[in-house]
C-alpha cells in the first residue's frame, strides 16, 4: 500500500509537471488558430488550465524544492520510539492532484495505523507538526532540513541526513520522551 501511494505520488508530480507543459502548447496552438482563422479572432476559445501552483497556507511559498517522499530515521532509536518505520511528507493528494502539506508516520507493524499529520507546517526549512492520537499515543516533531530541492528529481545520496529535528512522544496528551531524530530520504519504501 505505502509503495503504491509512493509510486502515485510520483506519478501525480510527472502528470503535474507535464500539464504545464501541455498547457502552454495548448495556448500557442490556440493563438496560432486566432491568427490564421478571421472568423476565430471575433470569439477566441478559452481553454481551461489545470492548477500547477501547490502554494499553501502550510506550505511557505519562499521555499525551494518538493519535500514528497519516505524520510526514514538513521541509527538506533530509542525504545519508546522503536515502532516508527518512516515519516512520509507530501504535497499532492491521494490522486496525485496539488494539496497543502500532508502526511503520516508509519508504524513497522503492517496492521497499526498510521499516525497522520496534522496541520505540519513547512516555513523556510524549518517543519512541524503533530499528530492523531492512536490508541492514546500521538507525537510532535520540530526541526528542519539540511537542504531543500526537488527531491524526486535529483534525490539526495540515501546515507545523507537531510531532516533533523526533536522527537517528542506523547501518551494522553502528556509527554513521555523526548529525543533528536535524523532522517535520510527516499523516493519510495
Known amino acids: 500500500m505505502n509503495r503504491l501511494f509512493l509510486v502515485c505520488a510520483l506519478f501525480g508530480l510527472c502528470a503535474v509537471g ?9 495556448e500557442s496552438i490556440n493563438k496560432s488558430a486566432a491568427t490564421a482563422s478571421p472568423s476565430a479572432t471575433s470569439s477566441p476559445t478559452v481553454q481551461p488550465t489545470r492548477r500547477t ?27 519508546d520510539f522503536s515502532e516508527i518505520e518512516h515519516l512520509s511528507l507530501a504535497t499532492i493528494d491521494d490522486q496525485g492532484n496539488p494539496a497543502p502539506l500532508n502526511g503520516f508516520i508509519r508504524p ?11 496541520n505540519p507546517k513547512l516555513t523556510g526549512k524549518n517543519l512541524t507538526f503533530s499528530t492523531t492520537t492512536v490508541n ?10 539540511q537542504r531543500l530541492a526537488d527531491f524526486s ?26 529525543a533528536d531524530v535524523n532522517f535520510t530520504y527516499s523516493a519510495g519504501s
Open 108 to 118: 513497522k507493524r503492517r496492521s497499526a495505523q498510521d499516525y497522520k499529520l496534522v
Open 136 to 145: 492514546g499515543v500521538s507525537y510532535s516533531f520540530t526541526g528542519a532540513f
Open 18 to 26: 507535464c500539464s504545464k507543459s501541455s498547457d502552454t502548447v495548448t
Open 53 to 79: 501552483d501547490v502554494s499553501n497556507a502550510n506550505t511557505d511559498t519562499g521555499a525551494q524544492g518538493d519535500v514528497t517522499g519516505a524520510y526514514f530515521p538513521t541509527g538506533t532509536l530509542l525504545p
Open 153 to 178: 528529481v535529483n534525490p539526495p545520496p540515501s546515507d545523507e541526513v537531510i531532516l533533523k529535528g526533536k522527537l517528542t512522544k506523547l501518551l494522553n496528551g502528556n509527554m513521555v520522551i523526548e
